[in-house]
């Protein structure tokens, strides 16, 4: 017979993980699904200061504490990636690229994904292109690179790579002219109106391809982070469920959406504080409510 699960959990983040184990420990039949691997973007976090019970900790150590405990209740956890979805009916079926997915209730838990430049970033990924300032910033000691900002969001990111880094050139789409003019780092230039057209380079970053204010201009760089800010990655649901104006889910306090029996948690909920402790909080509510049918 055709598997129907009582709770399938779409993303294996902190807050996914959560979830399903509140809904496990309560009998229910529990899968999580989970695209790359358990932890989400906590994998990419070097350094964690602010969850409870831990003075300091690494994402990948952090998450891997999460697993152990899915792993200890025996929560199926399925590795695939949910293409389209179906919440019309009293079942809902989730469409993954390896198979199709069915259960009385679902859990959200897709969080946020980088905003891209839409060039050929995506070819130099490993090579010079990272989309973590935070993660990366250690290969490029000593090194010359850039940062794709929009509207400042990328000044964050060039301080910290300053701190490691020979030099950062801050790409600005906006005006950052204030900015540069009260700016003391000597390590960070800063040009506004500027676009990456292009990364250029054999096997790895050497230079973009860039546009500053209309003309365009080659600039060597071992590396380019991208810095362009975060989605919610909600483009299977648009049309299944009320999203806001910026994509995110809309949910109540019980973390119901606008659709039967379906739920989303953390970072691709709407207008909520996007850290991991309360990630985790949304899990356990939504894990507790969702079992209630």
């Known amino acids: 017979m055709e598997k129907i699960y009582d709770i399938l959990i779409i993303g294996g983040g902190v807050g996914g993980m959560s979830a399903a184990v509140y809904a496990k420990r309560r009998g229910k039949s529990v899968a999580v699904i989970e ?30 504490e999460f697993a152990d405990q899915v792993k200890k209740f025996e929560i199926d956890v399925i590795f695939d990636e949910v293409q389209s979805v179906d919440f019309s009916g009293d079942v809902k079926v ?117 546009s500053v204010g209309g003309q365009e201009q080659e600039i060597a760089a071992d590396a380019l982070f991208i810095e362009l800010g975060k989605i919610p990655a909600t483009d299977i649901f648009k049309g299944q469920l009320r999203l806001d104006d910026q994509g995110f889910i809309v949910t109540d306090e019980r973390m119901h959406t606008s659709a039967k029996e379906v739920y989303a948690i953390g970072d691709v909920r709407s207008g909520v504080l996007k850290q991991i402790v309360t990630a985790c909080s949304d899990g356990a509510v939504a894990g507790q409510f969702a079992c209630q049918k």
């Open 35 to 64: 695209k790359f691997a358990l932890g989400g973007q906590l994998n990419m976090i070097n350094e964690i200061e602010n969850f409870p019970s831990h003075k300091n900790i690494d994402g990948i150590t952090l998450a891997k």
């Open 94 to 210: 989730l469409n993954g690229k390896k198979n199709v997915y069915k259960s009385k209730s679902v859990i959200i838990a897709t969080g946020v994904k980088s905003k891209e430049i839409g060039v050929n970033e995506n070819d130099f990924l490993g090579r010079g292109v990272s989309f973590c300032a935070v993660c990366d910033a250690n290969f490029y000691k000593g090194k010359d690179v850039c940062v794709a900002s929009e509207n400042g969001k990328g000044l964050k990111g060039a301080m910290e790579l300053s701190e490691l880094c020979n030099s950062v050139t801050l790409l600005d789409s906006g005006n950052l002219s204030a900015f540069a003019k009260v700016n003391k780092n000597e390590k960070i230039m800063v040009i506004s109106n500027a676009s990456v057209k292009r990364v250029l380079g054999q096997f790895k970053v050497e230079k973009l391809a860039v």
